[in-house]
């Protein structure tokens, strides 16, 4: 007798009450009958729970887990990628839809290919009235396929687009070698691109990713990102969040932190992060130079403020403005910096003096 293997899909939610419902049903028509749905409920405050306790109710497969507390999206994923014991996993968001045959057809080729970590399908974009608006273009789909890991990392970090690539069927042993996510603008890009450091990422060419109202802008995907915005504080105070203003060259610095610590050899890690900043540049070096003059101009508002604050917040505030400097200096060498540097010593100066006189 051939045993099915079993899917996690992890269904997470916040206040999704006009869209739960939809994304639930979607995975319940699914062909491919060997599913867990664990639904993920981050604290929701609206009828989510309702919803949500209904279905459980009417569905054996329907497990609850709920936060008692709204723990942020980035919290949501991790949790999404962790949760369950079954040999694959699918983190689902509770907004978007699939396609009854998606989970079979992804799976399919998971099992005819041992080597691949991940496979996703292509997608199309409707609105909240089921009205399709666009397909992605095929190139949005990654086929990140060859014997060295490098090469793989490299077809990601060239080619990673849109999120319908993201959501895919997971290989629970690959998904479980990846870091920690990071609060960081383009955390699921530095993520794919680890994931193919593991094995082959493959694609279902058809669109059975339904994608609800579209992207948003990079602007507010990193402020999204942010830790403070996850835990539910204000991110515009300037002595906080640095990194959120440059959010595509933050992109390839992320990039950078997860190749640190990949499970890879030394060697390994040396090509992929040694690859990280040609591959941005290529993509997006225009955009990422208008970042760096945007930060130029604000960097002295940015001082200010961090010198008007209290000691331990202008040490705080200084490691991070010096971080994002030396940051950008890794991925843009050509930005002169210099007069910020020597600004960002002279605070750091006078605040070891008032240390001292303190003392």
């Known amino acids: 007798m051939t045993v099915v293997p079993k899917v996690d899909v ?30 993920l409920d981050d ?14 109710r009417q569905h054996p497969a329907i497990t609850i887990r ?14 999404a990628f962790w949760h369950g014991d079954a040999d694959f996993v ?15 057809k992804a799976m399919d080729i998971l099992l005819r290919s041992p080597s691949s970590v991940m496979c996703h399908a292509r997608g199309l974009l409707f609105t909240g009235v089921a009205d399709v608006k666009a397909v992605y273009p095929a190139q949005h789909c990654l086929n990140s396929v060859s014997e060295d890991p490098v090469d793989r990392a490299c077809q990601v970090m060239a080619r990673y687009t849109s999120s319908p690539a993201f959501w895919g069927i997971y ?5 479980d070698r990846l870091a920690r996510i990071r609060y960081r603008a383009g955390w699921d890009h530095a993520l794919l691109a680890e994931l193919a450091l593991y094995g082959e990422i493959r694609h279902v060419p058809e669109p059975l990713y339904w994608r609800r109202d579209g992207g948003k802008p990079v602007l507010y995907l990193a402020r999204a990102a942010t830790e403070r915005g996850n835990r539910g504080q204000g991110i515009d105070d300037p002595l ?13 610095l992320a990039h950078m932190e997860v190749f640190a610590v990949a499970k890879i050899s030394a060697a390994q890690r040396d090509a992929v992060m040694a690859a990280v900043p040609g591959i941005f540049r290529a993509r997006w070096l225009a955009a990422m130079q208008q970042e760096a003059a945007g930060l130029r101009v604000v960097f002295p508002t940015l001082l200010s ?9 202008r040490a705080m505030a200084a490691r991070a403005l010096s ?18 540097f020597r600004a960002l010593d002279a605070f750091s100066k006078r605040s070891r003096n008032d240390e001292m006189r303190v003392a």
């Open 10 to 39: 992890n269904l997470f939610v916040y206040n999704g009450e006009k869209t739960i419902g939809a994304a639930i049903e979607s995975v319940l028509s699914q062909s491919w009958q060997a599913i867990n749905i664990n639904v």
């Open 43 to 56: 604290g929701s405050t609206d009828g989510t729970p309702d919803i949500i306790a209904s279905y459980a």
């Open 66 to 79: 709920t936060n008692r507390g709204n723990m942020g999206s980035v919290a949501g994923f991790q949790k």
């Open 90 to 104: 699918m983190p689902k968001s509770g907004d978007d839809l699939l396609a009854p045959d998606f989970i079979a």
């Open 171 to 175: 290989r629970r042993s690959a998904a």
């Open 240 to 252: 906080t969040e640095p990194h959120r203003r440059t959010p595509l060259i933050t992109t390839a």
């Open 305 to 313: 403020a961090a010198e008007a604050g209290t000691e331990p917040h």
């Open 323 to 340: 971080d994002l400097l030396h940051g950008i200096g890794m991925i843009l060498p050509e930005e002169d910096f210099t007069d910020a």
